[in-house]
Every structure is written in C-alpha cells, then in structure tokens.
C-alpha cells in the first residue's frame, strides 16, 4: 500500500531563517506530488506541483520554491521567511491518470 | 479563474440532527469532486463524484453531484460529536493540454460544531 511521509511536525522558526520540509512517498512510482497551503480560517492553496524529476511547477508567486531530487521526495524550502509564509503545509500525491490525491500529516509552520 | 465555493462556512447543530453541506464549482477540465474530512490536521478523503445523480453513501454520510447545475451537497444525519470537523470540497481539474496531470482546488471548507 502506498504512504506519504511529511516532517516535521510543527515547526517555530524565526523570521529571515530558512526553511525545509520534507515529504516522501512510499509504495508507487513516478506520482504527481504537490505542495499546498492552509491559511488559518482558509481552503487549502496549491503552491506548487512536480510530474517528474526536476519538473516543478509554481501555481503562485511566494518566497518559498520546491525541488524533487528524487522519483518520490519533494522538498520545500526558503532562504529567509516571513512572518506571511506562517500555516499549515500540506504534501499530497497522486498516480498519473488519476482524478484525487492523497495527503501527508502536514506541518504547522509559525514563523515569529 | 477556476473557483469552488462552499456554503455556509459555518454551522453549529446538536447532536442528532441532520445537516447539508453545499458545494457549488465553475472550473474548465473538470473531471471530479471530491469532499475531505479534516480534523486538525491532513485532510481524510471521504467521496468522489464523477457523475452526475448517483449517490455516494457512506454510514450516516451521504453526497450527490449535479454537473448541470455545477454543484454537490454533502449530508449527515443523525450527527455525533466526533462529526465536528472542517469538511472539503474540492475539485479535481487537469491542466490545459494535460490528459493525465491535473490539481485539486478547493472550497474554503465549512466548519461544523456539533453539541451534545
């Protein structure tokens, strides 16, 4: 069966620090994975999404970016946060083809 | 610009009582709708539509899509506590020229409360 994995958790991070969060994907092969954010009180926003190897897509102009170094791991990273880059990250994939994806346990990003 | 708008945004009942869930979209490259559970945190996949009429049941939870009017409803009856969550709607869009990549967008969610 297929798993995705995010970390950590939650995270406090000062502003101007970096960022990475990692996610991957276990049981499947060559999946679309996407990066999304929830604003507090919001629907969940697509940041970015990746179809391959170091093919990523931006849905939204951010401070933050992604990379896909491996088939089944995305990162997402910042060189200096802002207190608007606060929220909870959410990593999901789907199989090609597919019409729903599947989400990680998210991580809760404060930024002080 | 593709949206999803859910209605209302929040809802308090008690315990026992049934509540709708709306869900109405206007996307291009439509090709499913799908409602979420979320309790805090990752969202927890309840049901996907495709077509239009044919009820999705699921115990106490219920939903139904109508592509000619562009929406879907979400029902709960007999509510419990552990009901009380923010739900999802989304819906599925594949990008332009793509027959097998496609994204998710989603409603901004309705946050129920259910007292005992």
């Known amino acids: 069966s297929q798993t995705i994995h995010q970390w950590p958790a939650t995270l406090v991070q000062p502003v101007g620090s970096p960022l990475s969060l990692e996610c991957t994907v276990e049981?499947?092969?060559?999946?679309?994975l996407y990066w999304y954010r929830q604003a507090a009180g919001r629907g969940l926003q697509l940041l970015f999404y990746?179809?391959?190897?170091?093919?990523i897509s931006s849905e939204v102009p951010q401070n933050l970016s992604a990379s896909r170094p491996q088939d089944r791991q995305f990162i997402l990273s910042s060189k200096k946060l802002l207190l608007s880059d606060s929220g909870f990250y959410l990593c999901?994939?789907?199989?090609?083809?597919?019409?729903?994806?599947?989400f990680g346990q998210g991580t809760r990003l404060t930024v002080v | 610009e593709d949206k999803v708008v859910q209605s209302p945004l929040s809802l308090v009942v008690h315990e026992g009582d049934t509540v709708t869930l709306n869900c109405s979209y206007e996307?291009?490259?439509?090709?499913?709708l799908l409602w979420y559970k979320q309790e805090k945190k990752a969202p927890t996949f309840l049901f996907m539509l495709?077509?239009?009429?044919i009820e999705k049941k699921s115990g106490r939870l219920s939903s139904i899509l109508d592509k000619k009017e562009l929406f879907s409803i979400l029902n709960i009856t007999a509510t419990q506590t552990g009901d009380s969550a923010v739900y999802l709607c989304?819906?599925?869009?594949?990008?332009?020229?793509?027959?097998?990549?496609?994204?998710?967008?989603f409603g901004q969610g309705t946050t129920l409360q259910v007292k005992p």
């Open positions: 999901a994939w789907s199989r090609r083809g597919a019409t729903e994806a599947f």
């Open positions: 049981g499947t092969s060559n999946p679309n």
């Open positions: 990746s179809v391959g190897i170091g093919q």
């Open positions: 996307v291009t490259n439509f090709r499913s």
């Open positions: 495709t077509s239009s009429g």
């Open positions: 989304a819906v599925w869009v594949y990008f332009t020229g793509s027959s097998n990549t496609g994204k998710l967008i």
